[in-house]
């Protein structure tokens, strides 16, 4: 039974039972209307509301100014957004080009001018920077090299160089390779399938006193929620809600104002075929979808709905906000690391330990010199005691168990219990 199980998967992952009970009856009839919240239309009052609710809700508890940021929910899932991104991002570089060259060349500068000197713009100066630490950012990266073509396209750094190959540090960001005013710097704060998550905002890419600073943009999906973050040093955050949010079919933008009309208004379709440049599919368009309050198209209601759902608990649960959530997930996540630390001959925890991640913990298990199978045994004698979903993703093998918050302190207490069983049985 579900009271059984802690579940450990890396997303879909387990939502609070209170918050899926709350839904299953919403399902069915949504506040008495005799109508589930599936079935209302996205654009009745009640949707409109829910909405609202839930992008005040993430402001007030990741502490951002919706003066600052507005709040997208779409359905492009994590994948969408690495496309998302490119757009949006270089849209909104051409058009700062295209006002400068306005404004250099004066008003009677004609057009064809103009197209001219962004033409050679673009050529010499376009740049998106993608720092690669994990699979989900290389995978980001390479999705930017398809839409552009891969001599747009900067690696900052690739964290395999330094690591024979593998994945498991973040270089020292004195080697970065950051281009002169990039349209903007990419990098996953939390690689959910190698284990290897941002210790901080990375100081190279700070805003100065006068908040100025490179463009940045960084995918979330698996750690969003579970730390505080310094929003105001982001342009566009984005995460997909199957970790920590709620449940699959919704993903969220956190995007800076100044990204939107009346400040940024994207190029035209003509403007950026005659450049040579993508043109977004309207679905991934931020200004369209911010401009619609989410609903450019039906938005699935019943995800908002769940997402917001998560986020009151949370804010009731945790006076102090994020970092409420974020001391019980540094206390679990030490709790699981210090039985594998404590069993250094039998566990190997994958990435270096300056950047272990907090939510995904990815280790190795070895018992006389065998690893598969040892690895078998330890996820069969892990489904016995209902610890499941530990599974390593299918691309690095091994053992994967995601602390996302909806894991409560016992859930990972018995982790913890059960490593250290392991390691000492015969
Ligand atoms: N980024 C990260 C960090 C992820 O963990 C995932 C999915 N696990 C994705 C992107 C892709 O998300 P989706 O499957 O929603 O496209």
């Not at 058009?95 to 064809?112: H, P, V, W, Y």
């Not at 009346?262 to 679905?283: C, D, E, F, M, N």
Request: glycine content about 8%; some cysteine.
């Amino acid at each position: 039974s579900r009271a059984e199980i802690t579940y450990f998967g890396a997303g879909p992952a387990a939502l609070p039972t209170d918050v899926l009970e709350a839904a299953s009856k919403a399902l069915l009839d949504f506040n008495g209307t005799g109508l589930g919240i599936a079935e209302h239309s996205h654009r009745s009052e009640l949707a409109t509301n829910i909405i609202n609710e839930a992008k005040a809700d993430l402001a007030n508890y990741l502490e951002f100014s919706p003066e600052n940021y507005e709040v997208i929910f779409m359905q492009a899932g994590g994948t969408g957004e690495f496309a998302a991104s490119v757009y949006n991002l270089v849209g909104a570089w051409v058009s700062r080009q295209q006002a400068a060259i306005k404004n250099e060349l004066g008003d009677s500068a004609d057009e064809e001018a103009v197209l001219a000197a962004l033409r050679k713009k673009v050529e010499t100066e376009l740049k998106v920077d993608y720092i690669v630490t994990g699979g989900w950012s290389l995978k980001a990266y390479q999705e930017a090299q398809r839409l552009l073509g891969p001599e747009y396209v900067n690696l900052v750094a690739d964290a395999r160089t330094i690591n024979d190959g593998k994945f498991g540090k973040i270089p020292d960001e004195s080697t970065w390779k950051l281009s002169k005013d990039a349209a903007y710097v990419y990098f996953c704060d939390n690689e959910t399938v190698d284990g290897v998550e941002f210790p901080a905002f990375p100081s190279i890419l700070t805003p100065d006193a006068n908040g100025n600073g490179p463009i940045v943009v960084a995918d979330m999906s698996s750690n969003i929620l579970s730390r505080r973050i310094p929003v105001n040093n982001y342009s566009l955050i984005f995460f997909g809600a199957q970790k920590n949010l709620g449940s699959t079919g919704v993903t969220v933008a956190i995007l800076k104002k100044s990204f939107l009309p009346p400040h940024t208004v994207q190029p035209s379709a003509p403007l950026l075929r005659k450049l040579g440049l993508p043109i977004p599919p309207i679905i991934l368009q931020y200004e369209i979808i911010a401009k619609n309050n989410s609903l450019y198209n039906t938005l699935s209601i019943f995800d908002v709905y769940i997402a917001g759902q998560v986020l009151k608990k949370l804010l009731k649960t945790y006076p102090d906000k994020v970092d409420g959530q974020q001391a019980v997930a540094e206390k679990k996540a030490s709790l699981i690391y210090g039985a594998l630390e404590a069993h250094p001959d039998v566990y190997r925890i994958v990435p270096d330990k300056s950047v272990r991640s907090k939510m995904n913990i990815c280790f190795r298990v070895t018992k006389n010199g065998n690893t598969d199978e040892t690895e078998k045994t330890f996820l069969k004698a892990a489904t016995v005691l209902g610890l499941t979903g530990l599974k390593g993703h299918r691309s690095v093998g091994g053992i994967r168990a995601s602390n996302y918050n909806s894991i409560p302190l016992e859930g990972a207490e018995k982790l913890a219990k059960f490593i250290d069983d392991f390691a000492k049985a015969p």
